[in-house]
């Protein structure tokens, strides 16, 4: 089992920055692709950014592409979402997931573990 807690959302003018962090326990945090997803009101929740458990490698959904950056710290077991020039459009509930088996991506069934999501509101 795997807990997962976000924190660091919160309401912030466009062009403004947030970093979210994902702070996990209970297993090896470290033997976990984590990913980033989001929940716009009235939407579907949607894929965001993904790290591989070395975080040699990451992906991001083209509407974040430069603005956004994820990482990890394996020593902390915490994945973070630093999120830059933010635009209103970026209003969402923000989750983050943990992938046993490192697939990845923006298909929800390959997650394991899902955080409770932590509100960020981008006032224009």
């Known amino acids: 089992q795997v807990q997962l807690v976000e924190s660091g959302g919160g309401l912030v003018q466009a062009g403004g920055s947030l970093r979210l962090s994902c702070a996990a326990s209970g297993r090896t945090f470290s033997n976990y692709g984590m990913s980033w997803f989001r929940q716009a009101p009235g939407k579907e929740r949607e894929f965001v950014a993904d790290?591989?458990?070395?975080?040699?490698?990451?992906d991001y959904t083209d509407s974040v592409k430069g603005r956004f950056t994820i990482s990890r710290d394996n020593a902390k077991n915490t994945v973070y979402l630093q999120m830059n020039r933010l635009k209103p459009e970026d209003t969402a509930v923000y989750y983050c997931a943990a992938d046993r088996w490192n697939r990845l991506g923006p298909k929800e069934e390959v997650y394991n573990y899902w955080g409770q999501g932590t509100q960020v509101t981008v006032s224009s």
């Open positions: 790290i591989t458990r070395s975080g040699d490698s990451t």
